[in-house]
């Protein structure tokens, strides 16, 4: 008998308790915790983009009755709202950031940097039930041994990486490589569901190299040492089993990196058209070679061009929520969202990202490059 269930089942994000990547710092004061974290943000400041959630230790304050949004010119943004925490705004409200820090004597987070603090043993007797990936050991004091109740847990708890409070450069590195290793697998995505219809063909079909432009595409991507999917519409006929087809119908090329995203949304997706066909290895390489995962996307721009090329451009799994924030708003223009958001550029000649979009650009397009 079949189980009725209510909800479709979609692949999810890789979210711990509030983001994808955060590490819960618990066993010592909170100011303690507090100043750490704020040395640690801004040691990777120019690497990650780093969030601290913390929990007030005020049982006066009075919840306000407008909520506030003041600007600054610097981008500085203080926001006071009446607001109760749930798990799924709380994950929006992260899903931007690279790494998000947390006090771990208020709220549990999936890693954890523990703290050795003789005064607040009871403290981590307490939460031992929240301490099960430990990343880190800060010892508060030069002498001070493992707690009987983490060996217990934790046989091997002593090989754990562990520092003095005062070496933030080495603790600063350590949390760098696990933000590092949880960076995003870039994957390749073949945009060839487009209608082509100034083409009058199907111009995933077109041949510039001898095979068709779909799979040459697909072919480059694969060379860069990226697993490919191609892009489709359900109705299309394609040979090629490596497809995603498209689920957010009539959208063009945004429904189908949304599309992606649904598929896998812990992945970063390169995605490039079929319709460039100057586009080569050395430009995928290059562009790969200068991703900024803390960016939403990283993106080719022609020099002289004002605005940035979205279908030859790394989406970062957090770009998702955003896409999905602007198609609320019912605008579904990929080049719209690059534009209004935080995104790394490579300039490149135009030439590299010229279209073809009609029969005569394909013929004249087509004898220059036998020409070269």
Known sequence: METHRKHAKLNRRDYGYYAPTELALLGTKCSAIQALSENIAQKLSGKFRVAYADASHSSTLEPNALDSY???????????????????????????????????????????????????????????????????????SKDIQAFDCLIDKFPDFNEIPQFDFDQVEQIAREIEKFAEHRVPQVKGLVLAGGQSRRMGTDKGLLNYFGKSQRSYTMELLQKCDLETRLSVRKEQEVSETQVIEDVFLGLGPFGAICSAFQNDPNAAWLVLATDLPYVDERLIRKLLSHRNP?????????????????????????????????????????RKVLINSDVELLETDDVYIFNVNTPQEFDSVKRKLEQE
Request: aromatic share 10%; hydrophobic share 35%.
């Open 294 to 334: 803390s960016k939403i996307a990283t993106a080719v721009k022609g020099k002289k061009k004002e605005f940035p090329e979205p279908l030859v451009t790394i989406w970062e799994p957090k770009a998702y929520p955003i896409m999905l924030e602007f198609l609320a708003q019912g605008i579904s223009c990929p």
């Open 70 to 140: 003041t600007f600054h010119s610097s981008g500085d943004l203080q926001i006071r709202r009446n607001y109760r925490q749930n798990p799924y705004q709380d994950k929006l409200f992260y899903s931007s950031y690279d790494l998000v820090l947390i006090n771990g004597n208020h709220y549990p987070g999936k890693s954890q940097i523990l703290f050795l603090d003789p005064e607040k043993e009871a403290s981590i007797q307490k939460r031992m039930d929240q301490i099960t990936d430990v990343k880190l050991v800060i010892r508060m």
